[in-house]
């Protein structure tokens, strides 16, 4: 979840708050204190890279999320004992009755481990949402989307809505994986109109990629950010671990963007 100036692990972590690269602004409503937890039931599990899976859930109480929020998923062993952590949607707002968590796998990850070796369609899990405003992107202005790694998940929410509403928005899109078996939603990623979207890998790339393979640098991100300076309605997303949201957000600001424009998710 995250709030002006703060901002946690929605994107699957469940960590405590710590402080985000961002500035208060325009924030859409959260409807924490009106949402309760309920049985959601899962109807599809799929695999989106070796370590990521999404599953789907149909919810019996539904609230229309905006792209950028997050929902709290509990799990309850029979002795009582509970686990929950913050996940991100990766699906549209429009997508009545269902959301869909993509998760990662971490490493001794009680609701993780859950999700990528348990969770089969007919099995019912406890959800909460959706929760936080300050990282929402209800789509009524352009946006550039900046995602490093499992980060992409709220921001493919805001591509998905955008393409659901046909919309006219102009959108970016900067997506970092370490190779191509890495990246999320790959096969969703060719830009549509009004999109422009540059895929990056750190570790290894295709034979003939069109971009060096490394770190976000400020080559990369430099036409983008003359796109939001050169368009004051343009409003900045990024996600990822703290690590990539901290040098992102340095290699924006360092580009001549005002803190005020730039919203900050990041987990770990």
């Known amino acids: ?68 929020q997050h929902y709290m998923l509990r799990l309850t062993a029979a002795d009582g004992y509970t686990a929950q952590r913050h996940y991100s949607v990766g699906s549209a707002p429009d997508d009545e009755g269902h959301v869909e968590f993509t998760v990662d796998r971490v490493p001794g990850g009680e609701v993780s481990g859950f999700v990528h070796d348990v969770a089969r369609v007919g099995d019912v899990l406890e959800v909460r949402g959706p929760l936080g405003g300050f990282f929402a992107w209800p789509g009524d202005r352009p946006a550039l989307l900046v995602a490093g790694g ?63 393979v490394g770190r976000l640098d400020a080559r990369a991100i430099a036409p983008h950010a003359a796109a939001v300076l050169a368009d004051e309605r343009y409003e900045v997303f990024v996600c990822g671990s703290t690590g990539f949201a901290e040098h992102a957000g340095r290699l924006l600001t360092a580009a001549g963007l005002p803190t005020s424009r730039i919203r900050v998710e990041r987990f770990g």
């Open 1 to 68: 979840m995250a709030t002006a100036g703060t901002a946690s692990g929605a994107a699957g972590s469940g960590a405590p708050p710590i402080p985000a690269f961002a500035a208060p602004g325009r924030a859409a409503p959260s409807l924490r204190g009106k949402v309760d937890w309920q049985p959601a039931t899962v109807v599809e599990v799929r695999r989106e890279t070796p370590n990521a899976v999404t599953v789907r859930l149909a919810l019996p109480v539904w609230h229309a999320h905006v792209a950028g």
């Open 150 to 212: 499992s980060g992409l998940v709220p921001l493919m929410a805001m591509v998905r809505h955008r393409r659901r509403r046909r919309s006219t928005v102009p959108l970016r899109l900067v997506a970092c994986a370490r190779t191509p078996e890495d990246l999320l939603y790959a096969g969703e990623l060719a830009p549509l109109p009004g999109e422009e979207h540059t895929v990056l890998y750190s570790r290894a790339a295709p034979a003939g990629y069109p971009h060096p």
